[in-house]
């Protein structure tokens, strides 16, 4: 079986039938006509994130405080993944910055994430229980569950992490919640 190359074909079929698809369409309606016949989305091209600029980022915006003193958090997208606002049309992925003794608020969303331990060590606390951490370590935190992360370390801790929001950006059910 050969594949349909994807080539934007809509003027092509809706030509003889445009005043009765203009009858159908409103503001935030539209038809299409052969949905293997649109515009294909754009490629998500590869990308290099250079760690030392995310590092003098995160520690502009710890200091500022304007979020949470001694705390920053920066997620990384594409434009082209759409409305996903992922790195791919399914993922996001960030990078959280925690001062020597300081702690994030708790929070939970309905999104799972993976963070893989940068740099120093702590715990997270994720429903309640402890999970103890330190450099090279990953650990998950399940969709929903309430956590937050305490560094515990000599140093500033960087945590590194995968989400499934895109995804969940894509269907329209993304939510955060803090506790």
């Not at 030509?15 to 016949?37: A, H, N, S």
């Not at 949470?68 to 960030?94: D, E, F, N």
């Not at 402890?130 to 945590?159: C, M, Q, R």
């Amino acid at each position: 079986m050969q594949s349909l190359k994807r080539v934007d074909r809509q003027k092509e079929f809706t030509e003889k039938v445009k005043d009765l698809v203009q009858e159908i369409e409103g503001d935030d309606l539209k038809v299409v006509t052969f949905m293997e016949y649109t515009t294909p989305p754009e490629k998500v091209k590869p990308k290099v994130i250079k760690f030392d600029k995310v590092v003098k980022l995160l520690r502009l915006i710890a200091e500022e405080g304007k979020v949470q003193k001694g705390v920053a958090k920066i997620m990384l997208y594409s434009p082209s993944t759409g409305r996903s606002r992922g790195l791919t049309p399914t993922m996001m992925a960030g990078f959280q910055y925690i001062q020597k003794g300081m702690s994030t608020k708790p929070h939970s969303h309905n999104m799972a994430s993976i963070y893989l331990v940068v740099k120093g060590k702590g715990y997270s606390v994720i429903d309640g229980e402890k999970y103890y951490w330190e450099e090279g370590d990953v650990f998950v935190v399940p969709a929903n569950a309430v956590h937050s992360h305490v560094n515990t370390g000599e140093e500033d801790a960087i945590l590194f992490d995968i989400t499934d929001s895109g995804l969940l950006e894509n269907l329209g059910i993304l939510e955060f919640k803090e506790e």
